[in-house]
C-alpha cells in the first residue's frame, strides 16, 4: 500500500494551552480518522488530527466527535485504552526500530510508552514504566459535539538517541483512537489516520512520513 505523508506547519512557539487551537487548526491540513483498509464504511464518530512543528517539538491538534465520553481512570502514565476513551499518537524514527505510544484523554490524562530497539521477551508493563520519557503535555476540552485534544512531544525526548528533528530528518507518525460508547467498555470503535491495512496499531511499516513545513 502507499505511504500517506502528514504536513506538520511551523510554529513560532508551543501552541498547547494558548488558545492558538483554531488557529492552527485554520493553516494546517487535517487528516481524518477511518476504519484500516480490511474493513468497510465509515467510523460512526469521526475524527480529525493536524500537526505543527517548531525546533522544540511536535504538536498535535485534534477534534473528536464523541456522543458518550468515558474516562474510568484519571491519572497519568496509566494503559488508558483499557478503562475509556484514548486518542493515541505513535512517533518512530523512519531509520531506526524504536518508537513512542502516547496517549491523551478527554479529561487532559496522558500516557507515554517506550518500545526500544531491544524489545524482545519484554512486557507490556515495561513498556509503560522502564523509562524517563515523561514530559508530554497534553490538554482536553469537552465539546458540543465529544472533544478536542492538544498534545505536545518535546524534542528533547525525540532526540534522545541521537535523531535529528525538524526539516531533513526523516519520522514517521500514526493516530488511534479507542472510542467506547457503554460503560461495560465493550466494543470499542476502532478508527486511525493513515488507514493502516489492519487494525493493529503497531504496523510501524505503514506509518505515515511526517513533512515539516516552512
Known sequence: MMKSTFEAVYSAHNPIGTGLYDKIRS????????????????????AEVWFAWNPDGLYVGAALKDSYLIAQNRSDEALHF????????????????YYWEMYATPYGNK???FFPREREGMILDQFLHAHNFHKLQVAATETEPGWKAE???????????????????EWTLFCG????????LANPELSMAPALSATNYHL???YATLRFLD
Open 27 to 46: 493553516r494546517a491540513t487535517a487528516y481524518s480518522f477511518a476504519f484500516s483498509s480490511d474493513r468497510e464504511g465509515l467510523p460512526v464518530e469521526g
Open 82 to 97: 483499557e478503562s475509556g476513551d484514548v486518542l493515541e499518537l505513535f512517533m518512530k524514527p523512519a531509520n531506526d526500530t
Open 111 to 113: 500516557t507515554t510508552l
Open 151 to 169: 498534545m505536545w512531544v518535546p524534542a528533547e525526548q525525540l532526540q534522545a538517541f541521537g535523531a535529528a528533528w525538524g526539516p531533513g530528518s
Open 177 to 184: 483512537r479507542y472510542n467506547y460508547n457503554n460503560v461495560e
Open 204 to 206: 510501524t511499516a505503514e
